[in-house]
């Protein structure tokens, strides 16, 4: 299994200025993701960081508010611009790789979460 | 979009047996997956059906009915640790690797 790093593991920041945060994997994975989960909800896809070209974002999510990075298969960044209290969330990079032939399933490997407070 | 239902809050006493349901959209069903959240810390894998039926996996098992777009989470001899958010998720219908999940159920153990 895939083991992913990610930091910061918490930080509080003061509002109007922006954090990055790094996700780093230990192998080779084609699919990074970056989710957002704010207090007591669940986990929302924020974008897909692709390698070599622009992350792909969802719905509500732009990329002047939340820049990615993804120029290598082992690491990605996300960038929360201009923050705001509303921005506090736990953000969660996520990678998983198509299955062998065989397999029966994908499994999404999460790493440990940044705790962003916005102050 | 796609739905995920499952039960918000659930209580259960340690050593007991709790089941968590869910529900969810079966058109374009690609596998229904579960994982654990403690408080605090990133979800982690627990399990994947494809098929329907139950399939075990020490104190925690789980069952798919695709006809009926149902599966739960049947965890057995609760331990204090199983305390934590239990999210159910399936593949989106445009993107396989990308997930929806529900919003979460978050179970408490008491002694």
């Known amino acids: 299994s895939a083991v992913i790093s990610q930091k910061p593991s918490r930080d509080i920041c003061q509002r109007g200025t922006s954090l990055t945060i790094q996700c780093q994997v230990d192998s080779q994975v084609t699919m990074m993701f970056w989710y957002r989960q704010q207090p007591g909800q669940s986990l929302t896809l924020i974008a897909t960081?692709?390698?070599?070209?622009?992350?792909?974002?969802e719905s509500g999510f732009v990329i002047d508010k939340f820049p990615i990075s993804r120029p290598n298969l082992t690491f990605s960044t996300l960038t929360v611009s201009n923050m705001s209290p509303e921005d506090s969330s736990i953000y969660l990079c996520?990678?998983?790789?198509?299955?062998?032939?065989?397999?029966?399933?994908?499994?999404?490997?999460f790493g440990q979460g940044t705790r962003l407070t916005v102050v | 979009g796609q739905n995920i239902d499952q039960p918000t809050e659930m209580t259960a006493t340690e050593g007991a047996i709790v089941q968590i349901n869910c529900t969810y959209q079966?058109?374009?069903?690609?596998?229904l997956f579960w994982y654990q959240q403690h408080a605090g810390e990133a979800p982690t894998f627990l399990s994947y059906?494809?098929?329907?039926g139950l399939e075990e996996k020490g104190r925690f098992s789980s069952f798919l009915s695709r006809s009926k777009g149902y599966s739960y989470l049947l965890l057995k001899e609760l331990q204090m640790k199983d305390s934590a958010s239990y999210l159910c998720?399936?593949?989106?219908?445009?993107?396989?690797?990308?997930?929806?999940f529900g919003s979460g159920t978050r179970l408490l153990v008491r002694p």
């Open positions: 960081a692709n390698q070599g070209s622009e992350a792909t974002y």
């Open positions: 998720a399936q593949p989106r219908m445009d993107s396989s690797y990308k997930l929806i």
């Open positions: 079966t058109s374009g069903f690609n596998g």
């Open positions: 996520s990678v998983e790789d198509p299955p062998g032939a065989g397999a029966l399933n994908t499994e999404a490997f």
């Open positions: 059906n494809v098929l329907d």
